[in-house]
């Protein structure tokens, strides 16, 4: 793609059929991206030309509820990655994203009855009943000017799913997300739109990968979540990209009174990667607890972490990191909790551990904690680790290899997270741990 | 009883620059129990972490064990090889659980998948016979044990792994009078059931209630000063090391 133009995204409009006031978003986008500075802060995004990057690839398919109607060569990439076995088992629902647009969309009829509507994105702007309720929240929770890759997300945003969970319902077991980017040099721009209204629970499930190829990919999705009253989200993500990915996504979430969200992040792969999913904590009550865990090896660095605005009284949240780094990877641990005036009695505790598995391994923590009232509490704990020699020797002495100690070590290290996990999600992040310890990832 | 067992000659060892045992030589024979005796700081642990491959010691000399010279081998390869040390104070390993560990060495070992519930049934087992929970298998590695815990868990995984040389570095430091009987108990059980021979580093004299002593090797000063038959136990124990070591000098006068 030459420059990011109007007459580019009208073309992607064009194809895709979509209302004006889509097509106005897109076009605010363009404009956007062409005024506003690349991030002021964090690793040197220099590399990335966006004139490479390949903004739209419509894969050869409808988008259908059937596998037997999924295209044999796309099929074999999703069964690969063990998603149909995955829905039989234990998924109330699954989407599948294949480069820019959803290939496959399945509810299970018991949670399509209880009232929860899962779409494609881009169906969902077109649909007749919930069109009113997007327009109220897309891009409404992350401004399309709230940074660069928002601006360009905005214009170039292609698939992902819309959610609604009705009041008081509670969805039993997970539905997953999962976006695949298959083709090189392109570029995902997903959009994620989540709506729980009060008293319901949720657990959403995002997963991502891609092939490996020697030309630079763009991930730049965005996740915008909205929690009713007393409503409980979980969102876990297992991400693994090759090391040609520049992951540069916005996630954001706002919780009412008494509302819950939940993340779970598991962060592997990408050459580059910045998402630091946010909570703004709007009601009285809301909490937010992030846990996450990333894996810095070779010529990676991985810029992670969550925010937290508390904006109501009594509001609550927890940011624990864990930071693995190998051979010349840099992990930076970048954390905020931010205290509004007249959030009362908030807590905001925030705890970034970082384990470096090799000399030339680099980690950094970046803690920022504002505190704007008077009667609220916060703290940070970062801390710097290698493996430890004694404990290498304790597990040694029992009759496990070396590397077979270090990686039981890094396991439990980062087991906090992996318990928070699905099982299969759980098994699937030790195997990534497994790989980039083993230097086969 | 052969004699290959476990050969320990002229071993030195010495940490940060300081010479810890300056040539200590002993032998344990299959199926023995030996007491490791001396006063704080003589070198007692050291010879136990040394002989293990604790790897803040720098050592020479010879320590064979069933014809192999272990001092050249990894620590894995000698635990495989059939030998266990028991901790003084055993290591916190966060996220991890003794069942998972114990699984990773038997998965390993064997080269292939050992289901926890298998290990776990194992666990079970010990634990009755230490008369206790097996909770503490099911959390992370010692991490918020108390000193018991700690050696009841070293313990559960001894009978896991099932060593032919058991080492026990001050196995009764932090167990009560109650729990040091019965572990005492378990020690003997199972030498009788495999045979296994114990290297016993020791101040508290509890835990040989069940185990009788056929050797005892009395160290000082990073050397060793006499080997004896167990009756040395009950003497040191009457009249105190500083008696005993003065008694032995004069008799090598």
């Known amino acids: 793609m030459k420059g990011l133009t109007k007459e580019l995204v009208l073309e992607l409009a064009k194809l895709k059929g979509e209302p004006k006031w889509v097509t106005d978003i897109r076009l605010k986008g363009v404009e956007c991206w062409n005024k506003m500075p690349m991030p002021k802060f964090g690793p040197d995004l220099s590399g990335l030309n966006l004139d490479d990057i390949e903004p739209y690839i419509k894969p050869k398919s409808e988008m259908v509820s059937s596998w037997e109607e999924v295209p044999a060569y796309i099929r074999k990439t999703f069964d690969d990655l063990g998603i149909p076995e995955a829905e039989k088992k234990n998924l109330a629902g699954v989407g599948a994203q294949y480069d820019s647009e959803m290939v496959y969309l399945n509810l299970k009829r018991e949670v399509e009855k209880q009232g929860v509507v899962y779409l494609p994105m881009g169906e969902a702007v077109k649909d007749a009943k919930y069109s009113k309720m997007i327009r109220e929240h897309f891009m409404k929770l992350i401004p399309v000017d709230d940074h660069k890759f928002t601006a360009l997300h905005a214009a170039l945003w292609s698939g992902g799913s819309f959610i609604y969970v009705p009041k008081n319902t509670t969805v039993e077991i997970p539905i997953q997300s999962y976006y695949r980017l298959n083709a090189p040099g392109a570029g995902q721009f997903e959009h994620t739109l989540i709506i729980v209204d009060e008293g319901a629970d949720f657990h959403f499930i995002e997963g991502c990968s891609a092939p490996k190829y020697n030309v630079a990919n763009l991930h730049s999705g965005a996740v915008e979540v909205y929690i009713g009253k007393n409503a409980h989200m979980k969102f876990s993500t297992v991400e693994s990209w090759s090391k040609n990915m520049y992951n540069l996504s916005t996630k954001r979430a706002i919780v009412e009174e008494g509302g819950t969200i939940e993340w779970v992040a598991g962060s592997f792969g990408s050459h580059i990667t910045m998402i630091y999913p946010m909570a703004i904590l709007n009601g009285e009550g809301a909490k937010c607890e992030y846990t996450g865990v990333t894996f810095a090896s070779k010529g990676q660095i991985i810029d992670n972490g969550a925010k937290v605005v508390h904006v109501a009284p009594n509001t609550c949240s927890t940011i624990d990191t864990k930071a693995l780094s190998k051979d010349d990877g840099v992990s930076v641990n970048r954390t905020l909790a931010k205290i509004c005036p007249g959030a009362h009695g908030a807590k905001a505790y925030i705890d970034c551990k970082s384990l470096l598995l090799n000399p030339g391994a680099k980690a950094e923590a970046i803690p920022e904690v504002m505190v704007h009232c008077m009667n609220a509490e916060a703290a940070h704990e970062a801390s710097v680790g290698r493996i430890s020699e004694e404990a290498l020797f304790y597990l040694m002495s029992r009759g496990l290899s070396e590397d077979k100690a270090r990686a039981l070590i890094v396991r439990g290290f980062t087991a906090e997270v992996s318990k928070e996990l699905p099982v299969e999600y759980a098994m699937e992040m030790n195997n990534l741990i497994k790989m980039e310890i083993e230097g086969t990832a | ?253």
């Open chain 2, 1 to 253: 009883m052969s004699k290959d067992f476990l050969s320990v000659s002229d071993l030195v060892a010495s940490a940060s620059e300081k010479e810890i045992l300056h040539g200590v030589s002993f032998e344990v024979s299959e199926g023995e129990i030996a007491v490791l005796l001396g006063m704080n700081g003589a070198g007692k642990s050291t010879v136990a972490s040394a002989i293990m491959g604790d790897p803040r010691f720098k050592v020479s000399g010879k320590v064979k064990f069933l014809g192999k010279d272990v001092l050249k081998m990894p620590v894995f390869e000698r635990a495989r090889l059939g030998i266990f040390l028991s901790f003084q104070s055993p290591i916190e390993v966060p996220g991890v659980t003794t069942t998972e560990m114990i699984r990773s060495v038997k998965e390993e070992t064997k080269c292939g998948f050992v289901s926890l519930d298998e290990v776990r049934g194992g666990i079970t087992e010990s634990a009755k016979k230490l008369g206790t929970n097996i909770w503490f298998a099911e959390r992370d590695l010692n991490v918020g044990f108390s000193g018991g815990e700690k050696k009841k868990n070293e313990i559960l995984q001894m009978l896991s792994l099932r060593p032919k040389l058991v080492i026990l570095d001050e196995i009764d430091s932090g167990l009560d009078i109650d729990a040091g009987a019965r572990i005492s108990k378990v020690l003997e059980e199972y030498q009788k059931e495999s045979g296994c021979s114990y290297l016993i580093v020791t101040h508290n004299m509890r835990v040989l209630k069940h185990l009788k002593p056929s050797k005892a090797i009395l160290v000082d000063d990073g050397r060793v000063i006499a080997v004896k038959d167990g009756t040395l136990v009950k003497q040191v124990e009457k009249k105190g090391y500083k008696a005993v070591l003065e008694e032995i000098q004069k008799e090598v006068a």
